[in-house]
């Protein structure tokens, strides 16, 4: 089989709010909808997190989240990807909490703590849908998004080791590598590895390509062949940084946690519209695309057959 490029789709997340966008998927309904359309457009990986159905702010609650894991599974045959970074101020229990209702083939992991900045989007809207979003945005300059090599054993102890699920390694900056490399170093995780790297949060990283070379030269000599490479790339730089890194033998996620645009000052209107474009994009590269089980001989995952929904 020749080189599958893994696609993921990160269908709603933590950092967008409802007034930036009237696309961005908040009931269950709307996640289960955008999720089937994002499997239908390319994505083999769906990327989950679940929001207050009537508010649209981050949420925990696993109830939730089971509402919408069964529905897609029904009808796709996508690997689901549950977040453990959950949202803002969340505590790691409330984390995690979804993680243990469901028990799934794959769950992001936070690589160390960060400064996790979104304040800077507050200036660009004078009226807000809901009274929590202004607030929440400028609250991120106060705190940090906590993930300690405590809490980072603790997940994939309870978690990984617990349930057989895998991990997509979030890494923000080079010393989220290291941070990694100490826990395989500890065989704690066995490969390969699933290493996102994340550019253009303020806080992390940025975009400039030379920032994506230089965690990619990195990554290779921390883990040699022991890892698959993706790239996620937020707001303006999505696409970009996602073709890049495709040609250099990396894998992609987009969707609309990561940015909320197709194009210049054009709103995706859906999921599968970012889906559908970077698969294009693949296909001009001669590139193929994984599909659901040939993402799950990739990254070595248990199987849909072996979760809790």
Known sequence: MGRKVIITCAVTGSIHTPTMSPHLPITPNEIVEASVGAAEAGASVIHLHARDPETGKPSPDPRLFMDFLPRIKQQTNAVMNISTGGGLKMSLEERLEAAHAAQPELCSLNMGSMNFVLSQIVPKYSEWKYDWEKPYLEGTKQGIVSNTFEQIERIIVEVGQAYGTRFEFECYDVSHLYALAHFLDRKL????????????????????????MHMRRTADRLFGGDYMWSIL??????????????????NVRVGLEDSLYL???????????????IKRILGELSLDVATPDEARNLLKLKGGDEVAF
């Not at 696409?239 to 040609?247: I, K, P």
């Open 189 to 212: 995780l066995t490969p390969p590895l699933f290493v996102q790297t994340i550019f253009g949060l303020l806080g992390g990283i940025g975009a400039d390509p030379e920032d994506m």
């Open 263 to 277: 194009g210049k000052g054009q709103l995706a209107k859906s999921n599968a519209e970012q889906v559908a474009k």
């Open 233 to 250: 790339a937020a707001g303006k730089h999505q696409m970009g940084l996602c073709t890049m890194g495709a040609v250099m033998g990396g």
